[in-house]
């Protein structure tokens, strides 16, 4: 919504009032960014003038004054009249206040208020009012009240009780992730024990230190931590039960990141080996950097240098700075004998539909990949049997005759580690049937998450600009307003998606390939979740 607006280049439309400073222009309230939450603590310039515009009140006497309210200031009629004269307009409307009749005349008559909920919160009895203004009197306003239908005051009572409760405690789980390693450095401080545990009110000093808040935090204990018998918080374990809950959306595109790289190497290569050899520029059985990033550039997998850097940190798992072959391959040989695999002609016709069918039907079951596995394996002996991968399909109903089920086992089994004894690794399952409790430390999770931090930082903002595009007010924007909503506000500029990552992030919302995206869906498919919290699912 604008902060304000102007009828008629006439009258001034706002929610608060005016300012604590005299001389300000219509020039000088359109050159606000409004796109933008207002900071905590003192405000000033452009913020300071949002500020006032949302919470400023008139009063009766003259000149300013502080506001009652704690934000904006109380103004008179002096100052009401200078702001019209100066910007040649006749008549100030705001709302923000509750008034018997609904509106109220003011500062002789050059402000009204006007406030449209009757009965406001259940428990006023003021009418509401709106105006309407008539061009063949001048814009005259004509005034129109009203009652509402009084209300169940106990029923509204605590519903907004309720609302406001979940919303709160949303809010600051939410402040809580995003700021745990200033609060895992803060609560480290009063660790003098060095046990990893700190008494409940050095807890809540330091969540009020970090997020510079006054928040009674010993009310709110039992919503977000646990005391130990003797008293004191184990504060690891209370930063690790909020965790980021992302959806399938963001899942698929994780999952496409790895495979999009071995399908280039497998429609290039021979083998993984070969691949390898085309990429040991200099011949030493290793790859460097930069002979991992440009060969790798040469394939245009929609990656930038950053994300290339990431993937390259996550292979050399003895921190050597380069790349051996065991390194290589422990990363890509599953997926891509998954795919050498698929193009067979044994596989080909019906792999595909069995494959998308079986993940949906597993990811149903709402389980960690670790827990399904579990099921998986019968006799507990920590890898699945073909036969116990048969039978496990079976008894889920699906309608593969038994030929076809030991063809996904061997599928499954891409790494060929159990092709001799027939048997299922824990780590070609998870390649397999990636869930989001899988693990979550590898390469393409990590910059998953890293993106979803940063927009779910950004939430706010990110959904005042689609709600910017969507001209047609239809809930819906499509592929071009998605990428531009995201590149305009540059909330990935700390760590960007290249445009092809932002279409392959589009289809995944995309379900029904309308070529449209509900946003608020998509806003909603980042959240900050308390994994401790009741009657929550693991």
């Known amino acids: ?34 796109m933008h939450d207002l900071p905590a603590g003192k405000r000033v310039g452009p913020d300071k ?105 106990d029923v509204v009572d605590k519903t907004m009780e309720q609302r406001c409760q979940e919303q709160t405690l949303r809010q600051l789980r939410e402040k809580i992730f995003l700021q745990r390693h200033q609060l895992l450095f803060c609560f480290t401080q009063f660790d003098t024990k060095k046990d990893g545990r700190i008494s409940p009110v050095d807890w809540s000093n330091g969540l009020n230190s970090v997020f510079n808040l006054s928040i009674p935090w010993l009310r709110l204990l039992p919503f977000f931590a646990r005391v130990d018998a003797d008293g004191r918080i184990n504060y690891g374990q209370f930063l690790d039960r909020f965790q980021l809950r992302l959806s399938e959306a963001f899942l698929a595109l994780q999952e496409d990141m790895v495979s999009k790289i071995c399908e280039k190497i497998c429609k290039h290569s021979v083998d993984l080996a070969h691949e390898f050899r085309s990429m ?26 950053d994300q290339l850097f990431d993937l390259m940190r996550s292979l050399d798992a003895d921190k050597s700075q380069s790349i051996d072959w065991n390194e290589f391959v422990g990363t890509f040989q599953t997926t891509f004998n998954q795919m050498r695999l698929a193009k067979e002609t044994e596989y080909a016709q019906w792999l595909p539909g069995a494959l998308k069918e079986l993940k949906a039907l597993l990811a149903s079951k ?21 036969k116990e991968f048969s039978k496990f399909l079976k008894r889920l109903g699906t309608r ?116 449209f995206v509900e946003y608020d869906e998509f806003i909603s498919s980042f959240q900050v979740v308390d994994t401790q919290a009741p009657n929550r699912r693991r």
């Open 49 to 153: 003038m949002m500020e006032e515009l949302l919470w400023s009140d008139p009063c009766k006497h003259s000149g300013r004054c502080a506001n009652t309210r704690g934000s904006g200031v109380q103004f008179g009629a002096d100052v009401t009249a200078a702001f019209l004269d100066r910007n040649n307009l006749s008549l100030l409307i705001r709302s923000h206040e509750v008034k018997d009749e609904g509106y109220q005349y003011m500062h002789n008559k050059r402000l009204i208020t006007v406030f449209s909920a009757s009965n406001y919160c259940g428990t006023n009895r003021n009418m509401g009012a709106y105006i309407v203004f008539n061009y063949d009197a001048d814009l005259k306003p004509e005034f129109h009240s009203y009652h509402a239908d009084p209300l169940d005051i």
């Open 366 to 386: 709402n389980q960690g990949v670790k827990e399904l596995f579990d099921e998986f394996d019968s006799d507990g002996s920590g890898d699945v049997s073909y």
């Open 1 to 34: 919504l604008p902060l304000c607006s102007l009828i008629e280049k006439k009258i001034f439309v706002t929610h608060g009032g005016l300012f604590s400073t005299d001389g300000v222009t219509l020039v000088d309230i359109n050159s606000i960014n409004r």
């Open 280 to 305: 040991d520029q200099d011949g030493n059985g290793t790859l460097s950097y930069v002979e991992f990033v440009e060969s790798l550039k040469k394939y245009n997998l929609g990656l930038t240098n």
């Open 400 to 515: 593969y005759t038994k030929d076809q089920r030991y063809r996904l086992a061997k599928f499954v089994d891409a790494s060929g580690s159990g092709q001799v004894s027939q048997r299922i690794c824990f780590k070609d399952f998870c390649t397999a049937f990636p869930m989001s409790k899988g693990p979550s430390n590898d390469w393409q999770t990590q910059i998953i998450h890293r993106i979803c931090m940063i927009l779910c930082q950004n939430r706010v903002q990110l959904a005042v600009a689609f709600r910017w595009m969507d001209i047609d007010n239809s809930g819906k924007i499509d592929i071009d307003e998605f990428a531009v909503s995201l590149q305009s506000l540059n909330i990935l500029k700390e760590y960007p998606l290249t445009e092809t990552q932002i279409r392959q992030l589009f289809s995944c919302i995309d379900k029904d390939s309308s070529g």
